[in-house]
């Protein structure tokens, strides 16, 4: 059964920086993408960035592109993504996530995303 162990997060002010990382645990992650989802209570999910385990491949929403960095550590079990020049509007809990690829289906589309952990909360003030 995988497992997610989440850190990072926080109360930061607009324009400053966060790192969030997740190490996943108790399954191959050979043929998976890791990532971050987040939601704001009373809206929809949205992927923000993934990367996949085996190339390295990586995805960022519009909405964080340029501003946040993701990586894989060479074990292939830990994601990171560096949130720099946070903006209020960031504000949101953030989900780590596993995504399993296929050659038919965009990396980090948020319906097909597989597996999620608990969440932790970054705060943005203005």
């Known amino acids: 059964q995988m497992q997610f162990m989440e850190s990072g997060g926080g109360l930061v002010q607009s324009g400053g920086s966060l790192k969030l990382s997740c190490r996943v645990s108790?399954?191959?992650?050979?043929?998976?993408?890791l990532g971050w989802f987040r939601q704001v209570p009373g809206e929809d999910r949205e992927a923000i960035s993934c990367?996949?385990?085996?190339?390295?491949?990586?995805y960022y929403a519009d909405s964080v592109k340029g501003r946040f960095t993701i990586s894989r550590d060479i074990n292939g079990n830990t994601a990171t993504l560096q949130m720099d020049n946070l903006k209020p509007e960031d504000t949101a809990v953030y989900y780590c996530l596993a995504d399993w690829l296929t050659a038919h289906q965009p990396m980090c589309e948020m319906t097909l995303i597989d597996y999620w952990g608990q969440g932790t909360q970054v705060t943005v003030s203005s």
């Open positions: 108790g399954a191959s992650l050979d043929g998976y993408a």
């Open positions: 990367i996949s385990i085996r190339d390295g491949s990586t």
